[in-house]
């Protein structure tokens, strides 16, 4: 049962029926919608996968609509294997598009049409590419056998790295390459739209991605760089990608490359430098398995962006570059199910969703500590084609049944213009969560809040690291900043028994093959769902107080509109 009690400026919202019991401590939260602290960016609209050919397939291409239709503005999408040897090749962590081959005599041969597939795929969704020159196309590669790999979810991870790791045993070739491929694209898709995407070299080339030294690393780019900008003046190139900076290995290859930058000397010029338009590097959590329960680990993958701002705001003509975090997850293998990975079973439900809307506000609130240019945080999120339902990978939707985590993005998706001050007597700064992550008796209730022109809007959150049983969160929330009158109130809510697929999955016995009755009401059960039916309601000169309960790993937006 649901209602609303209206009465002047005060809205009670009391929800009866849910099986945990409630505590008598109160949460409060104030929000100030006249004190603006920075702009509402978009920096949650990028998205990625290892597995490039998944965007054609049915599941894809309707999840990449979805996608572009929850946000104001394009969504970037980022993907490996790009330029990888082989023919449409769809297997976990692997992906290919064969654009480069050599005839008998060692004569580069061209073949854009599976890139050109992929990308089209995207540009009629309003997708735009963050397009990636990975990895290395096997007729260049030094050791080329084996090339493909065939690791499943539970081998050893290296397994992956094969023959397609390595360093080109031609540069100039190589150069070539990123040449044509960046001219074909201009003449494809014209010079406006290329000069809007954004172009990378590698992947986390301080690990076993890369089979080079950071120097082959530079060397490389280099001549990615000099090819790319001859063939577009105007591009936005950049990298490393590295793994997490808070990881020394990581950190050292970052300031190594971004002092070969601004000082080295480049590989194909001979002058000082090498254009740099945006640097990324990764960040991830740390799940395990804690007395028979998941613990997340929040602050581990916010020391890695806080490490990562560091490093970049220390060198003063690099400060003002556009960030992008190219993975920014709460661990670091998508394709590791549960059933190998117990840890990652928090991934088909709440706790997943509860965890994005905590991790992204403290990000915003780390850039703002930092003063950098926080562009994107790539979630590196898509969807696995002909796999288990809820099987716990790390995806947006399961056999086009969108996740409750999805929902959080569409929240995210009705937020704009300016970020606003959010206070409250139960809060976690983002120095406490980067610090110690979220643990001990207190839940991490908090806020983002956010005003435009003609609309307002708070994202809710009653996270913690452990995904255990607790009562639900009491919250009383002063809002200021409104305008004076009538204005609208929508409560969207992600919880047990809304916007979730998962459970109604779970209810209905976990079907392996559902019904097209079952899934019909799956795809619905996994949209962004009202908690009560739109309303008005009545400020006091701007002001509003609202009361709710909150399930824990619960998330709720509530958007005002005038």
């Keep these: 049962m649901k209602k609303i009690i209206l009465s002047g400026f005060f809205v009670l919202i009391s929800f009866i029926g849910f099986s945990q019991s409630t505590s008598s401590e109160k949460t409060s939260i104030q929000v100030d919608f006249n004190k603006k602290i920075g702009d ?15 965007a054609y397939m049915r599941d ?75 990895f290395m196309p096997q007729a260049l590669s030094p050791k080329p056998m084996p090339y493909e790999h065939y690791w499943k979810p539970g081998m050893p991870y290296n397994d992956i ?35 809007s995407w954004y172009w990378e070299l590698w992947n986390e080339p301080n690990i076993g991605y890369w089979k080079g030294t950071v120097d082959e690393y530079c060397k490389l780019y280099d001549y990615t760089a000099d090819a790319a900008k001859r063939a577009l003046p105007t591009i936005k190139m950049g990298g490393p990608e590295t793994t997490g900076p808070s990881w020394n290995k990581a950190a050292d290859f970052l300031q190594t490359f971004l002092k070969h930058c601004i000082s080295g000397k480049n590989y194909v010029t001979g002058k000082v430098g090498s254009p740099l338009d945006f640097i990324s590097f990764h960040a991830k959590g740390a799940p395990k ?28 003509t690099l400060k003002h570059l556009p960030i992008i975090i ?30 994005t809307a905590a991790s ?40 086009g049944i969108d996740k409750p985590v999805l929902n959080v993005f569409r929240m995210f998706g009705q937020m704009s213009g300016k970020r606003v001050e959010v206070k409250g007597n139960m809060k976690y700064d983002f120095k406490m969560v980067r610090d110690s992550s979220v643990r001990g008796k207190n839940a991490d209730i908090n806020a983002l809040a956010s005003k435009d022109i003609n609309t307002a ?52 016995g976990s079907p392996e093959n559902p019904t097209k009755e079952q899934i019909a009401i799956l795809e619905k059960a996994g949209q962004l769902t009202l908690l009560s039916s739109p309303s008005y309601v009545k400020t006091n000169n701007g002001s509003l107080k609202v009361n709710l309960k909150l399930p824990r790993q619960g998330v709720s937006l509530l958007k005002f509109d005038w």
Excluded at 83 to 108: C, F
Aim: charged share 25%; proline share 4%.
């Design 60 to 134: 894809g291409k309707k999840l990449l609509s979805e996608l572009s239709a929850m946000s104001p503005v394009p969504v970037y999408f980022r993907a490996h294997n790009l330029l990888t040897s082989g023919h449409d090749t769809l297997t976990l962590k692997w992906g290919s598009t064969n654009v480069y081959t050599e005839d008998a005599n060692g004569n580069p041969i061209y073949d854009w049409t599976i890139v050109d597939k992929i990308f089209d795929t995207y540009l009629e969704r309003g997708i735009k590419p963050l397009a990636q020159f990975s």
């Design 289 to 316: 398995i804690v007395d028979g329960h998941v613990q997340m680990n929040m602050g581990t993958q916010l020391r890695d962006i806080s490490e990562g701002f560091r490093i970049v705001a220390s060198f003063p």
């Design 161 to 195: 790295y094969t023959g397609w790791a390595y360093p080109p045993k031609d540069y100039k070739k190589w150069a070539e390459l990123v040449y044509q491929w960046v001219k074909h694209s201009v003449g494809r898709y014209g010079k406006k739209e290329v000069e």
């Design 360 to 399: 992204f506000a403290r990000k915003y609130a780390l850039a703002d500590h930092y003063g950098v240019n926080l562009k994107a945080a790539v979630s590196w999120s898509f969807e696995f084609e002909n796999q288990p339902y809820f099987y716990g990978f790390r995806d947006l939707a399961t056999n």
């Design 40 to 54: 509402m960016t978009t920096m949650w609209a990028w998205f990625g996968a290892d597995e490039p050919n998944y």
């Design 457 to 508: 809007a708070m994202m809710l959150w009653h996270y913690h690291d452990d995904d255990v049983t607790a009562e639900d969160a009491l919250i009383e929330i002063d809002l200021k900043g409104l305008p004076a009158g009538k204005i609208q109130f929508y409560h969207y809510r992600i919880d047990d028994e809304n916007s979730n697929a998962y459970e109604v999955w779970k209810k209905m």
């Design 326 to 355: 190219g993975e920014s997850d709460p661990e670091g293998c998508a394709a590791c199910g549960m059933k190998t990975n117990p840890q990652n079973a928090y991934r088909n439900g709440t706790m997943y969703s509860s965890y």
